[in-house]
């Protein structure tokens, strides 16, 4: 059994994004958190200041948004019984994720908290749950689980005492956006990066876009070229990420909400942008789960994206994300 270390996986791809382009008249800092090593660059006056806010303003939303951490907020609420006032930020994260799980017809599902933990793949004791235990777990997930209940605008009661939250397929997003949208609050221009969700804002002093690397998912440690965004959010979805390997087999982190089980259709990695943090981590979660025919899916569903999806089958991608995107050693885009 052997599970690869997300920290230093996310490290590597840190390293590759920054290899792409220089930054030499930025501030630079980072910190780790939401499980992952979280890298601000910011080129304004002040920076150090206002990248030290910025921490604050993810430390608390990290709290907030922790399943695991006792004294945060979500926490609390997959514990509760009855209705439950929420913190207005939580509640609109909540919301959000519901919304867009019924959109995407079920492919991202913000209540898999029951399966994830009955397989434990990020955990130290990760296994093969029987087809009965996954069973049991999917009847206690679903959005149907979940009431919005009373007359505020944030109270939530679960209909299902097994029933928990997991914000991990849009919280992460949700805050990278609030942190770029916090440091582009005091004008420059930046970058702020959480490994799988990266946002920017700003015009660079020469006018150029900023370059993102795409990380090799049959080897992290290469990188297969980069997307060049003027603006928005990239949202990374990846078997190479975190996964266990049980008894030879290897599984991946992401569960599909229609079996209960890990992805298994032969995507290997997908690449949005878009200019909505929290949605654009949902459509990665989501064309992850669907493959191929999900992107013409979520169109139609009228999600608004540009996406690279890499498979066994090959390379897929938007008309949009042709135009953005240059692989090493190739032509493309």
């Known amino acids: 059994m ?35 090593v979280i890298t601000v660059k910011a080129n304004q006056e002040n920076a150090e200041k206002n990248i030290n806010e910025t921490w604050d303003l993810i430390a608390g939303l990290d709290k907030m948004l922790s399943r695991t951490d006792e004294t945060g907020d979500l926490f609390a609420f997959n514990l509760s019984e009855g209705m439950c006032g929420l913190p207005d930020e939580l509640g609109e994260v909540i919301t959000e994720s519901v919304i867009l799980s019924l959109i995407t017809g079920g492919a991202y599902d913000p209540t898999l908290a029951p399966v994830t933990d009955l397989w434990g793949i990020t955990t130290d004791h990760p296994r093969v749950p029987s087809d009965d235990e996954i069973k049991e777990a999917l009847s206690h997930c679903g959005t149907d689980k979940l009431l919005v209940t009373g007359s505020g605008k944030h109270m939530f009661q679960r209909a299902d005492g097994k029933m928990k939250l997991d914000l991990g397929g849009s919280g992460k997003g949700y805050v990278c956006q609030r942190a770029t949208e916090l440091l582009s609050s005091h004008g420059g221009y930046g970058l702020v990066s959480f490994g799988s969700s ?20 049959a080897d992290p440690a290469k990188t297969l070229g980069f997307v060049t ?4 959010y990239i949202s990374v979805s990846g078997d190479y990420e975190r996964y266990a390997v049980i008894d030879g087999v290897r599984y991946c982190h992401i569960i599909d909400p229609r079996t209960g089980r890990p992805v298994d259709n032969g995507v290997h990695s997908v690449v949005v942008w878009n200019h909505d943090g929290l949605e654009g981590d949902v459509i990665s979660t989501a064309l992850f789960v669907l493959g191929e025919d999900g992107i013409e899916t979520l169109k139609d569903a009228g999600f608004d994206f540009e996406a690279l999806i890499i498979s066994d089958r090959g390379r897929t ?13 190739e032509n493309d885009g």
């Open 2 to 36: 052997r599970k690869i270390s997300l920290l230093s996986l996310i490290c590597i791809l840190i390293f590759c994004l920054s290899s792409c382009i220089e930054y030499p008249e930025f501030t630079t800092d980072s910190v780790f958190a939401l499980d992952t």
């Open 198 to 217: 990266i946002g920017v804002f700003g015009t660079k002093k020469d006018g150029s876009g900023w370059n993102i690397a795409i990380t090799d998912p």
């Open 229 to 232: 965004i003027p603006d928005g």
């Open 317 to 329: 991608m938007t008309g949009g994300m042709e135009k953005i995107i240059t692989f090493f050693g």
